[in-house]
């Protein structure tokens, strides 16, 4: 398999166990940590209490472990894997929230002897539909939705949203 360029993923299941088997390869791979800092997009996971974290370019390919990824890597097309995660997956557009993960992302570097910090123009995407299991109420949805429309808007537009609502 080492040769043969792997499908893209076909389901959100198959992005989470990319995602989730990327730290377990980290480990047995140093060639693999050295690329650690050259990706711009991240997949940002939460599981079992925990973010975890995989290149977009890993995440959105079944099946890469990581003697498959450093013989492939270079003929991988990140826009096929951009374009199947984002059926699942968005980017974070609150700049806190995408502070928080640089800093756990900084953290993995350093976990796998990466001195070197994360790409200036890093982007992080995030779960955007609801795992089964994890369905959160319609209001929650509701403020959740409100939150990320604020956050898109303008600064001006912002504060005649907040004037509209009475803030």
Known sequence: MADRIPATVASL??????????????????????????????????????WRYAFALWAGHRGLDAATYLAVSERLDGRRSDAALSAWFAPVADPRRQEKHLRRLRELFLRHGQGR???????????????????????KQLVDLLEAVYRGLSVPAQAAFRKRIGQ
């Open 13 to 50: 299941q198959e992005a989470r166990d990319g995602v989730l088997s990327f730290e377990r390869e980290l480990r047995r791979s140093p060639d693999l940590a050295a690329r650690l800092a050259y990706p711009r997009a991240w997949i940002a996971l939460k599981a079992e209490g925990e």
């Open 117 to 139: 910090a994360p790409n200036a123009r890093t982007r992080f995407l995030e779960l955007a539909v609801e795992e089964p299991g994890h369905e959160k109420s319609g209001e």
